[in-house]
């Protein structure tokens, strides 16, 4: 799984340098742009995306610019979360946020122009039909919109300081982080042409597999090394942000891990993909240290 | 003409209330959204997209969503502008800035879910086929991206206080206000389904009525009534922005408008319209006290 993961990791960046010239864009835009771009992230999301195309058909360049759409919409995201307005963050993968690094103005434009450009790369992708321009696109926008990613990040402030109950937070966490995690998945298994019914199966397994990714998000902001996760332990409980650990305690937001583990594998099996790189995926996330 | 504006606006607004549902979006988030969409914008953009179409073609119930999305863009980039890391205005047509009115992170909240959400918009409009909704979101997108308003503001934002000349003060424009413009023209023309050609002489007259219509509003800075405007005057000169005012003088400026004006009339001459519903607007533009 390691070398799947690597490889791809390594064709997802290639792919985003060759693809985005600065072209017309004003320079500091651009260097903003992809000073977060290319900051990097883990690329899990493009890594996801492909895995569930490879999971169902083969030869996965027809996915590559949306798997790099996807990745933009998430740095946006991390752009605007990271503001002094919002989480006020001054690092990110143990560099400089892009408020910090540039000026808030510039971070403000540099996220809303790749939010706006990742639309752009899906309707100019010359794989794709204008059906499947449509439907990545339907799903992209309501997967991170007003009632999609954007909503998470609004409950997720709202709910700052205040006790909510754990079906609180799986719900902010489904919308926060969840739907594009389940946009991966499915972007991938439409363009591999799966079955209406294998498809409900994958949102069932990318719902649970959102969950185990933000319960270990929550565990290693308690027991994780600061060094491997390039940020500071502790934050949430610094910002009294309610988290797994501390609703449950560690041992029990471990076998809640295990629980939405189990309830995504048998979604999975039920889907019936043809390798197991989406089952190696959910162990992967579940045991990362980073 | 200010009847067909009347009844575009009023057409523009009640669709607008009626489309946008709750739905399952946050309630504050969604208050702030609504908040600025309804407050009291001239809807020129979409009422120019309705005329473009009624210009070549009848019937404009199909464009209605496509106006919609690209108001949706357009008070986006005000909710953004005005935050205090941007241009720090407190008010906007007479009313508190969305900031002002909620707070930081919510207003940059609002802005990424009017943005997204207006793409969703055209992507389930059931009155398009896939093509003409592939074509609306790349238009949209590149216009309104890092290569067009977002670039807009960004060179403004860099041009304040500094010392530039006519043709540096039309390429800001160009991509600040013009790119919208132009997509309302392009947008209206294309599902009426216009010749290549005519779309090319379409965005010729959409490039001179951008210009107009920023002229005027730089005229207006210097000599409009605030209580018509909603707004203080005065406030280009306080920010050391550079105006055609500034640059060329009143008389210049007016002078140059009469240029813009002659230009677009002759372009839209060759576009061959059925009606005068454009060349109207273009006088309406440039006549404009508000």
């Avoid at 540099?110 to 499947?132: Q, R, V």
Wanted: hydrophobic share 35%.
């Amino acid at each position: 799984m390691q070398r799947y993961i690597e490889s791809n990791r390594k064709k997802v960046n290639e792919s985003m340098e060759q693809l985005f010239q600065r072209a017309d864009i004003p320079e500091k835009l651009y260097d903003s742009m992809m000073y977060s771009l290319l900051a990097g992230g883990k690329r899990l999301r493009p890594i996801l995306l492909t895995a569930s195309y490879d999971s169902f058909a083969t030869s996965n360049e027809k996915v590559m610019n949306t798997a790099i759409a996807l990745e933009m919409i998430h740095t946006y995201s991390l752009i605007h979360d990271d503001l002094p307005a919002m989480d006020d963050d001054d690092y990110r993968r143990g560099k400089l946020t892009n408020h910090k690094q540039f000026d808030e103005a510039t971070a403000i434009l540099a996220g809303d122009a790749l939010l706006t450009y990742s639309f752009e790369l899906i309707t100019k992708d010359t794989l794709l039909t204008a059906n499947e321009k449509v439907f990545l696109l339907n799903e992209l926008a309501k997967a991170s919109g007003p009632e999609g990613m954007v909503a998470g990040q609004m409950l997720d402030m709202e709910s700052e300081g205040k006790q909510i109950t754990v079906e609180q937070l799986e719900k902010i966490h489904e919308r926060k982080t969840g739907r594009l995690i389940t946009f991966a998945i499915i972007a991938g298994a439409h363009l591999a042409k799966v079955q209406q019914i294998q498809l409900d199966e994958l949102k069932t397994y990318a719902h649970y597999l959102g969950l185990v990714f933000q319960v270990q998000d929550d565990i290693l902001d308690v027991i994780g090394d600061p060094e491997k996760l390039g940020k500071p332990v502790g934050s949430d409980a610094l910002n009294e942000k309610s988290t797994y650990p501390n609703l449950l305690g560690l041992d029990g937001a471990e076998r809640h891990k295990e629980t939405y583990i189990k309830k995504a594998e048998k979604a999975l099996e039920r889907a019936k993909p043809n390798n197991d790189y989406l089952y190696d995926l959910l162990h992967h996330f579940g045991d990362r240290t980073y």
